[in-house]
């Protein structure tokens, strides 16, 4: 699944637009590196995003092309540094 559209599913961003900006802004890493919106995750990935005020990291745990807004967080699990 691409990176873009992950971030939208599993309500981490807002809209894939937004994703996208973030993704060409290097404002996302995969694996500790830079990603673009259009990057293959894999379950087991490790992400990072960076806000303003802070950063998410967290691991992908499954990749679905559409849930519920109740199961998006069982999509991830956050990694604390």
Known sequence: MRLDKFLKVSRILKR????????D????????????PGH???IGDLVCVHFASG???FRVVDLKETVKK???SQLYEIVLD
Do not use: F, M, Y
Request: glycine letters at 6%; hydrophobic letters at 30%.
């Open 16 to 23: 894939r637009s937004v994703a996208q900006e973030a993704c």
């Open 25 to 36: 802004g290097q404002k996302v890493d995969v694996n500790g590196k830079p990603a673009k």
């Open 40 to 42: 293959k995750l894999k």
């Open 55 to 57: 950063s998410l990291t």
């Open 70 to 72: 109740d199961e998006a």
